[in-house]
T-cell receptor, first 113, second 115 residues
Framework: DQQVKQNSPSLSVQEGRISILNCDYT??????FLWYKKYPAEGPTFLIS?????DKNEDGRFTVFLNKSAKHLSLHIVPSQPGDSAVYFC????????????FGKGTKLTVNP | NAGVMQNPRHLVRRRGQEARLRCSPM?????VYWYRQLPEEGLKFMVY????????ESGMPKERFSAEFPKEGPSILRIQQVVRGDSAAYFC?????????????FGPGTRLTVT
């Protein structure tokens, strides 16, 4: 029962262009969403988050969009840089409830110079 | 300020042996979370602990797995009588307070291989 889905296992973009990573969720109780970046042999690193009371959150080159009615969120990276090449995980949780994060399977982003 | 430390980074065990994975949270962090990542999968929550207390162990397999976070020392994830299906990367994360998801820092992981 996968409550958080990242349907694209991989994505390849050119340096300087936009990267769009998508994530869908099924549990309508989720009200807080996070994106993590992971390099090989390292732990995930927090990137950006969004609460369900917002539909957009921006931090530098990274923007997360949330569409609650569609149970869909996306991470936009503009402009993409070769150093952004990593696996990106979407995660969701219920604030005030259990502390656990529910992760998607990840999308491997490759940014080509 | 050192990050979350995990050791060993790599652990090889034969079927039936015990595996002990250690996690030292960041200084000042009293909340520890353990996650497991199977090959080609996302991270799956296992257990959430505060000092001397297990708060949520809903993701822990019912048998062979246990976790503790003593008053002094690192958090320990213990797997008894390991089987090949336990081969995975085990990550711990720590945070200074409950609900501090943006401040939940992950360690580099322990890669367990069961032969």
């Amino acid at each position: 029962d996968q409550q958080v889905k990242q349907n694209s296992p991989s994505l390849s973009v050119q340096e300087g262009r936009i990267s769009i990573l998508n994530c869908d969720y099924t549990n309508s109780m989720f009200d807080y969403f996070l994106w993590y970046k992971k390099y090989p042999a390292e732990g995930p690193t927090f990137l950006i988050s969004i609460s369900s009371i917002k539909d957009k959150n921006e931090d530098g080159r990274f923007t997360v969009f949330l569409n609650k009615s569609a149970k869909h969120l996306s991470l936009h990276i503009v402009p993409s840089q070769p150093g952004d090449s990593a696996v990106y995980f979407c995660a969701a949780t219920i604030q005030g409830g259990s502390e656990k994060l529910v992760f998607g399977k990840g999308t491997k982003l490759t940014v080509n110079p | 300020n050192a990050g979350v430390m995990q050791n060993p980074r790599h652990l090889v065990r034969r079927r039936g042996q015990e595996a002990r994975l250690r996690c030292s949270p960041m200084k000042g962090h009293s909340h520890v979370y353990w996650y497991r990542q199977l090959p080609e999968e996302g991270l799956k929550f296992m257990v959430y602990l505060q000092k001397e207390n297990i708060i949520d162990e809903s993701g822990m397999p019912k048998e062979r797995f246990s976790a503790e976070f003593p008053k002094e020392g690192p958090s320990i994830l213990r797997i008894q009588q390991v089987v090949r299906g336990d081969s995975a990367a085990y990550f711990c994360a720590s945070s200074p307070q409950s609900g501090g998801f943006d401040e939940q820092y992950f360690g580099p992981g322990t890669r367990l291989t069961v032969t």
